[in-house]
């Protein structure tokens, strides 16, 4: 059974960074890309930053690029999301989701096949 739990949400000021974590375990499959979606109330998921097996190619959407950094440790299994310059409309619920790399990417999430519980990121003006 694959399980993705997510931390190191908080809640922080604008211009403070955080950094979270997702730890995976009980993947079968190979080729599995991992990354971050997140969620304001009211409006729909909408994919942050993805990263390949081996680390490689990490993408993100404009509204993150040049202030957040996705990375994923040698094993695979763990990666990071690390958010500087936080702006208040980076608050969100961000969960962590992974699946096989061809099936979706940060604009096309039905192929997602897991997903975190969530973890709740708040910037305060």
């Known amino acids: 059974q694959v399980r993705l739990v997510e931390s190191g949400g908080g809640s922080v000021q604008a211009g403070q960074p955080l950094r979270l974590r997702c730890a995976a375990s009980?993947?079968?499959?190979?080729?599995?890309?991992m990354g971050w979606f997140r969620q304001a109330p009211g409006k729909e998921r909408e994919g942050v930053a993805r990263i390949l097996p081996g680390g490689l190619y990490p993408t993100y959407d404009d509204s993150v690029k040049g202030r957040f950094s996705i990375s994923r440790d040698n094993a695979g299994n763990t990666i990071y999301l690390l958010m500087n310059s936080l702006k208040p409309e980076d608050t969100a619920m961000y969960y962590c989701?992974?699946?096989?790399?061809?099936?979706?990417?940060?604009?096309?999430?039905?192929?997602?096949?897991?997903w975190g519980q969530g973890t709740q990121v708040t910037v305060s003006p």
């Open positions: 989701a992974a699946g096989e790399c061809t099936n979706w990417t940060l604009r096309d999430k039905k192929g997602v096949n897991y």
């Open positions: 009980g993947f079968t499959e190979s080729n599995i890309c």
